[in-house]
């Protein structure tokens, strides 16, 4: 009943980025006349001078959809690449997620922004969270390049794999000649590079100073997930690789929550 209560007050950071898409794209479909204004105060319009006026689109266009398949492909990316098995084997916490997801988008604003100042392409605007979740996508294909996923007709293949096709399919769908809606993607993309790269960087720390013999022994160093959430992550694990391959910190965790939860 804990574990229950835990997941309803605080909800995964996919759960809730995917809600909020969900809860944007009904907003502007039930208002009937109003909602072509609605979306285009949500819409990031691809001019300086317009962003000024509403500073607010480049946060907003992120979360804001109108064609059905556009938010349905967009949620079933975001949700398979930031999945809790997928993050827990990846580090990708929540609040990394919610990093990852913004600087995806405010980066594929910028490209969007600049390949249609350079070229004099005529954009009406942008709207969609693909720039955002392409950034999730690459994060945690250079995170975990090598786990293996089902795909249908093909058997397991590695993640690497599948993220090359589904970007081929995306410049398929979206058409290589749309120059701001390519120019945002391919920034989203690259943002999930740089910050993938930026957490695999070597970090030298210091040698550790001896810990006096009675120190209490150190606390293991977790991403700060919800008990219910990292519960779920850790099972998860062991149903797919074995309790053998929890690290020490994983299995402490596992035993801390065991007893936290425990009647």
């Given amino acids: 009943m804990r574990q229950f209560l835990t997941r309803i007050s605080a909800p995964t950071a996919t759960t809730l980025i995917i809600a909020i ?24 319009p691809l001019s300086i001078s317009d962003i000024a006026v509403r500073p607010w689109t480049p946060l907003t266009y992120m979360f804001t959809q109108y064609a ?12 398979f690449y930031a999945s809790p098995a ?6 990708l916490s929540s609040r990394r997620l919610w990093g990852v997801y913004l600087i995806g988008g405010i980066a594929g604003a910028l490209a969007a922004l600049l390949a249609c100042r ?24 250079l995170r975990l390049p090598r786990i ?6 093909f058997g397991m ?6 993220t090359l096709i589904l970007i081929l399919l995306v410049i398929i769908a979206s058409g290589p000649s749309v120059v701001d809606v390519q120019a945002a993607h391919a920034g989203g993309f ?8 930026f957490f695999n960087r070597p970090i030298t720390k210091p040698a550790p100073m001896p810990a006096p013999t009675s120190a209490p022994a150190a606390t293991p160093d977790i991403p700060d997930i919800p008990d219910g959430e ?10 797919r690789s074995g309790y053998n391959s929890l690290t020490e910190e994983e299995r402490a965790r596992l035993q801390q929550l065991s007893q936290r939860i425990a009647p």
């Fill in 118 to 141: 350079i070229t004099a392409y005529p954009s009406d605007g942008l709207v969609g969270a693909s720039a955002s979740v392409l950034a999730v996508m690459a994060y945690t294909t």
């Fill in 68 to 79: 059905p398949f556009h938010i349905l492909a967009n949620m079933l990316l975001l949700y």
């Fill in 86 to 91: 997928v993050r827990s084997a990846g580090e």
């Fill in 148 to 153: 293996k996923v089902p795909l249908i007709f």
């Fill in 230 to 239: 990292m519960l779920d992550m850790l099972l998860d694990k062991i149903r």
């Fill in 157 to 162: 293949v590695e993640l690497r794999v599948l």
């Fill in 21 to 44: 898409n969900a809860v944007v794209f009904v907003v502007v479909h039930i208002f009937g006349s109003w909602s072509e204004m609605l979306l285009g105060l949500l819409t990031l």
């Fill in 190 to 197: 690259l943002a999930g590079v740089a910050i993938a790269l």
